[in-house]
């Protein structure tokens, strides 16, 4: 299967900071890469959809200003959590799509988890 | 009504018996469904893809399609305690749309 790796793997900052979170396809190009954020024993949920070149689409009560994404290749997309509170300590986990026509498949990331103090 | 909607669990199987997941959904156009598996900690895992309706096998997984019913199933044979963790249906309307995903399943394999 395609592999997609995220990076850090695991952060720790002080509330207000900002955190940059990476997400690569590493063998194969994603035009779109999607972010989620999953809090514990709950569900995934999206935050946004990210395409290569053009601005991200937010889920509705997603702040955009808060998270930044930016998808400048066909491999790369970062997510940065702008004045990063204890509220947004959770798992972050970003999943690109592999175009295959019908049968695209998309692949999750190992996840990032943020803890802000 | 959740777009896709699962039994959230636990599951609780003995090793060695078949576990069997449901997942409905309510999006009649819907062409494409997976099954992700997430053990605690980590994040999601693709194990099956279906497109058409039936039966699709894989190693010890199997995927069952009714899109007349609107539902898609997960059976887990010979089920193993490393099997224990919680299994996500995805559905999707079509190709480049997004994935909806359902709540998980939780399965507790016990030896």
């Known amino acids: 299967g395609a592999v997609v790796s995220q990076h850090p793997s695991r952060v720790i900052c002080k509330s207000g900071t900002s955190v940059k979170i990476e997400c690569r396809s590493l063998?194969?190009?994603?035009?779109?890469m999607f972010w989620y954020r999953q809090f514990p024993k709950q569900s995934l949920m999206l935050m946004a959809t990210?395409?290569?070149?053009?601005?991200?689409?937010?889920e509705q009560g997603v702040e955009k200003d808060k998270f930044l994404i930016n998808h400048a290749s066909l491999t790369l997309s970062t997510l940065t959590v702008t004045s990063a509170h204890p509220e947004d300590s959770s798992f972050y986990i970003c999943?690109?799509?592999?175009?295959?026509?019908?049968?695209?498949?998309?692949?999750f990331g190992p996840g990032t988890r943020l803890l802000v103090l | 009504q959740k777009e896709v909607e699962q039994n959230s669990g636990p599951l609780s199987v003995p090793e060695g018996a078949i576990a069997s997941l449901n997942c409905t959904y309510s999006?009649?156009?819907?062409?494409?469904f997976f099954w992700y598996r997430q053990y605690s900690g980590k994040s999601p895992e693709l194990i099956m893809s279906?497109?058409?309706?039936g039966d699709k096998e894989d190693g010890r997984f199997t995927a069952q399609l009714n899109k007349a019913s609107q539902y898609v199933s997960l059976l887990i044979r010979d089920s193993q305690p490393s099997d224990s963790a919680t299994y996500l249906c995805?559905?999707?309307?079509?190709?480049?749309?997004?994935?909806?995903f359902g709540g998980g399943t939780r399965v507790l394999v016990k030896p």
């Open positions: 063998d194969f190009q994603a035009t779109t």
């Open positions: 279906i497109y058409s309706n």
């Open positions: 990210s395409n290569e070149g053009s601005k991200a689409t937010y």
């Open positions: 999943s690109a799509r592999a175009p295959r026509g019908l049968q695209e498949t998309q692949y």
């Open positions: 999006d009649r156009v819907s062409q494409s």
């Open positions: 995805a559905v999707r309307r079509a190709a480049g749309n997004k994935l909806t």
